[in-house]
């Protein structure tokens, strides 16, 4: 019954900007965190970022002071503002929300993936 929703990914030239959304529906009891991983073709999938409820945040070392993400908990959306894209910030960009339910039961949810691609 969980839905998480992406938006925001597209086409953009090295040095330019993206910001992406997902969007969580569905009943959810309580929200641990809410990130965002990245693949790219014959690569993992790796965490770019993630920000508590109480927001604290976390980035991989190769997109910090270019990428921020943010929540806004009363709407249970997550952000992630790209700024300076490189050409190796090209992925499938995929929302992650952890959860809990009433028993302490953990749970992840994910939404479809959104394609940014860097490019001249």
């Known amino acids: 019954q969980v839905q998480l929703v992406e938006s925001g990914g597209g086409l953009v030239q090295p040095g330019g900007s993206l910001r992406l959304s997902c969007a969580a529906s569905?009943?959810?009891?309580?929200?641990?965190?809410m990130g965002w991983y990245r693949q790219a073709p014959g690569k993992e999938r790796e965490l770019v970022a993630a920000?508590?409820?109480?927001?604290?945040?976390n980035y991989v070392d190769s997109v910090k002071g270019r990428f921020t993400i943010s929540r806004d908990n009363a709407k249970n959306t997550v952000y992630l503002q790209m700024n300076s894209l490189k050409p190796e910030d090209t992925a499938v960009y995929y929302c992650n929300v952890n959860a809990r339910d009433w028993l302490g039961y953990e749970y992840d949810y994910w939404g479809q993936g959104t394609q940014v691609t860097v490019s001249s």
């Open positions: 920000v508590t409820s109480v927001g604290s945040t």
């Open positions: 569905g009943i959810i009891w309580s929200i641990n965190a």
